[in-house]
């Protein structure tokens, strides 16, 4: 069973930039799809971003333009590059991934982002 860790998150202001990292403990090269949600105070679980074997994407239309997804399938990691962040972008940000229309694994710890001034 692949588990998957998130890290990179913190306190960043508005028009600032993080970069997520989530580490697999196995490999993701062929996995369908893997996936960025996050998770709002009071809201529920949002996909955010998602990159495809074929490394085609997809973004949420609240994000694209100034989110980024890649992975790097040697070291089975994937990366949600974040720009011009906005304050309602504060979320606890997950990865996951499996096939089409479901996820595979167990959900991490999450990372928390916060922006603000």
């Known amino acids: 069973q692949v588990q998957l860790v998130e890290s990179g998150g913190g306190l960043v202001q508005p028009g600032g930039s993080l970069r997520l990292s989530c580490a697999a403990s196995g490999s993701i090269f062929s996995i369908y799809a893997m996936r960025w949600y996050r998770q709002a105070p009071g809201k529920q679980r949002e996909l955010v971003a998602t990159i495809f074997s074929s490394s085609s994407t997809s973004y949420a239309i609240s994000v694209k333009g100034r989110f980024t997804i890649s992975r790097d399938t040697a070291k089975n990691t994937v990366y949600l590059q974040m720009n011009s962040l906005k304050p309602e972008d504060t979320a606890v940000y997950y990865c996951?991934?499996?096939?089409?229309?479901?996820?595979?694994?167990?959900w991490g710890q999450g990372t928390q982002v916060t922006v603000s001034s």
């Open positions: 996951n991934g499996g096939g089409p229309g479901r996820n595979d694994y167990s």
